[in-house]
Nanobody, 124 residues
Framework: QVQVVESGGGLVQAGDSLRLSCEPSGRALRFFVGWFRQAPGKEREFVGGIRWDSRTTYYADSVKGRFTVSRDDAKSTVYLQMNTLKPDDTAVYYC??????????????????WGQGTQVTVSS
């Protein structure tokens, strides 16, 4: 199992940038770290993710070119760098971790551990 602790979030203006952090912990080496978000009245959706061992990254079409998921080896931390933020990006963002399996890392079913969520609000 891999546990995660996330941090970051806040209130920014449209066009600004923000970075979220996620610290996975545990003994597994082959796992995914994913970022999801949930806006009021909407379902939770995949944003981006990374496979820890191969560093392969995955993105939702809605954030490609604006958001970047990266891994910092020294800090054992995964970041979600969000640029050119839009009001539509307003949501609670969750970090999640799950062991590599046949399940697609773009779906919530691939993840078994979830962070507490952090609010990102983008004003127009």
């Amino acid at each position: 199992q891999v546990q995660v602790v996330e941090s970051g979030g806040g209130l920014v203006q449209a066009g600004d940038s923000l970075r979220l952090s996620c610290e996975p912990s545990g003994r597994a080496l082959r796992f995914f770290v994913g970022w999801f978000r949930q806006a009021p009245g909407k379902e939770r959706e995949f944003v981006g993710g990374i496979r820890w061992d191969s560093r392969t990254t995955y993105y939702a079409d809605s954030v490609k070119g604006r958001f970047t998921v990266s891994r910092d080896d020294a800090k054992s931390t995964v970041y979600l760098q969000m640029n050119t933020l839009k009001p539509d990006d307003t949501a609670v963002y969750y970090c999640a971790a799950g062991l590599v399996s046949t399940r697609s890392p773009l779906t919530a079913r691939a993840y078994s551990s979830w962070g507490q969520g952090t609010q990102v609000t983008v004003s127009s």
